[in-house]
């Protein structure tokens, strides 16, 4: 068993008084940190354990997708920049989540904090307001602007906290924020 652990995270909170960019920063922050929360004091062996069958879902797993996440709304969509897959997606759509049995849960890690600083970094600028266009499968487009990117943010790393809070419990029964 490895002896390297996640490192503890001081937890931010929400602002209760702000004006909109600061509120939807403050919950996005909330949430980044509640998923590296989940995380800290766990083994690499810990993060990568199955959460329950049928499910494949790990704590590694859902630090990856969220790195791909950050990176695909934020900076491919929002700042439309080129940049290439983190993960092969030709092989398997859900590589992300499912390709760890040879992830170095610190380099994914490190990842999703690069991830991080590169897509405020890549919005700080932009007005809520900027729009940018999203290919449909169906061949269509949608327009969408930022402030739809930080919504669905916050709703993408809450509904994955959910998945963390019961890996976690599963893991070492730890429950709560």
């Not at 490192?7 to 929400?14: F, Q």
């Not at 509120?23 to 354990?49: N, P, S, Y």
């Not at 590169?118 to 940018?132: C, I, K």
Request: proline content about 4%; some cysteine.
């Amino acid at each position: 068993m490895t002896t390297w652990t996640a490192p503890d995270v001081d937890r931010r909170h929400e602002p209760y008084v702000a004006d909109e960019r600061a509120m939807l920063q403050g919950w996005l922050d909330l949430h980044r940190d509640t998923l590296r929360h989940k995380c800290a004091g766990l083994t690499a062996e810990q993060l990568r354990t199955r959460s329950v069958e049928p499910s494949g879902l790990t704590l590694l797993g859902l630090v990856r997708h969220m790195a791909d996440v950050e990176r695909w709304w934020f900076r491919v969509r929002a700042a439309g920049l080129e940049l290439p897959d983190m993960y092969d997606y030709d092989k398997d759509p859900d590589a992300d989540l499912n390709d760890i049995a040879d992830a170095d849960p610190a380099e994914a890690l490190a990842t999703l904090e690069a991830e991080i600083d590169a897509a405020d970094r890549a919005v700080a600028d932009l007005p809520l307001e900027h729009t940018f266009r999203r290919a449909r499968r169906d061949g269509g487009s949608d327009e969408m602007n930022l402030r739809w990117v930080y919504v669905h943010m916050i709703e993408e790393y809450a509904r994955h906290n959910g998945h963390a809070d019961l890996i976690r419990e599963r893991i070492d029964g730890v429950t709560g924020a």
